[in-house]
């Protein structure tokens, strides 16, 4: 009996301990103030009127027209015969026998192949440097506008010193083709000989 009173009156002074504490809470407002929230401050921009979209012409790279063709020149090439350079004098060209004749024929129209032009060949830079003194012998045909064809070394004095000049300046030369009832025809196997020589002055 004595436990339950005991009991009882512990429970009582919990309870109204309890109960004076909340009110000791509830009148010293302990309970924390809640922030005020601050306002937004919002701003109003005037947007310009847009404007209606302009249609642009679109570019075109058209090319500027072709120039006009210049007219054309025709010139007719002239040949001359050149001199032998290097300070010397042109090597001296002489034909020694041609085969057939290269004269003219007694027939009527019929002829054979005359010379129109003939270039003399240019002395070589060593052998004018060393006084060397020769000839070059050479077997040559005449196609059918007098132009020298089949060019072909058949003896030299020295050999191979003067070959190239002699064939060079030979295949410049021009004929009046060989004609035979008034058509001109190929002339084969004619033999001609170019003397080299420094001091001698170019003889045809």
């Known amino acids: 009996m004595k ?11 919990t309870t109204f301990g309890l109960f004076a504490f909340m009110a000791f809470l509830v009148n010293n ?28 012409v679109r570019f075109k790279n058209n090319p500027p027209p072709a120039p006009k063709p210049m007219p054309r020149t025709v010139e007719t090439p002239v040949e001359n015969i050149v001199e032998g ?23 009527g129209r019929d002829s054979d192949a005359r010379p129109i032009v003939r270039i003399n060949p240019k002395y ?7 006084g060397i003194e020769g000839w070059v012998k050479l077997r040559f045909d005449i196609n059918e506008i007098g132009g020298v064809t089949n060019i072909e070394v058949i ?29 001109t025809i190929v002339q084969q196997g004619l033999t001609v000989q170019l003397d080299f020589n420094m001091n001698q002055q170019s003889s045809i």
């Open 29 to 56: 407002d302990q309970v924390a103030p809640v922030e005020a929230i601050p306002t937004p401050v919002i701003e109003f921009a005037q947007i310009p009127d847009e404007k209606p979209a302009v249609e642009r």
């Open 155 to 183: 003896d030299a004095e020295p050999k191979r010193v003067f070959n190239k000049a002699a064939r060079q300046a030979l295949r410049k030369w021009k004929y009046r083709a060989k004609s035979e009832d008034g058509k």
């Open 124 to 130: 070589p830079i060593a052998a004018a440097r060393d």
């Open 3 to 13: 436990k339950m009173i005991m009991i009882i009156s512990l429970a009582g002074t």
């Open 85 to 107: 350079g290097l300070h010397y004098e042109a090597p001296g060209i002489k034909v020694v026998s041609t085969s057939p004749s290269l004269s003219m024929g007694s027939g």
